[in-house]
């Protein structure tokens, strides 16, 4: 059964650190694209990050560029997202989502190209 699974959220203050992973469990990460997403209360989805193999392509939305980093373990199956420096705008529930990597190898932002979806994991960055 194809499962993602995300763990490491919590509660924050302001500047603090959090490192959310994602894993995966039937199916192995290699030419597989995992992309980090996020909702806050009352707003839309939205990409924070992406990577994809064989390549370990990767992307950032401009909002946590310079602050997050998007990072894999293959043999694991794992994919890490090291948050610094957190700020309140980035108190939501994060989710890890997988889906086939394209030809190109560019890890995609658009939500409908991934397949499988984990659970959730909350984030909240407040004093």
């Known amino acids: 059964q194809t499962q993602l699974v995300e763990s490491g959220g919590g509660l924050v203050q302001p500047g603090g650190s959090l490192r959310l992973s994602c894993t995966a469990s039937?199916?192995?990460?290699?030419?597989?694209?995992i992309g980090w997403f996020r909702q806050a209360p009352g707003k839309e989805r939205e990409a924070v990050s992406c990577?994809?193999?064989?390549?370990?392509?990767?992307k950032y939305a401009s909002s946590v560029k310079g602050r997050f980093t998007i990072s894999g373990d293959n043999t694991r199956d794992t994919i890490y997202l090291q948050m610094n420096n957190l700020k309140p705008d980035d108190t939501a529930v994060y989710y890890c989502?997988?889906?086939?990597?394209?030809?190109?190898?560019?890890?995609?932002?658009?939500?409908?190209?991934?397949?499988?979806w984990g659970q959730g994991t909350q984030v909240t960055a407040s004093s």
């Open positions: 039937g199916f192995t990460l290699d030419y597989y694209s």
């Open positions: 989502a997988a889906t086939r990597s394209p030809s190109s190898g560019v890890c995609a932002f658009e939500e409908g190209v991934y397949v499988h």
């Open positions: 990577i994809s193999w064989p390549g370990r392509h990767t």
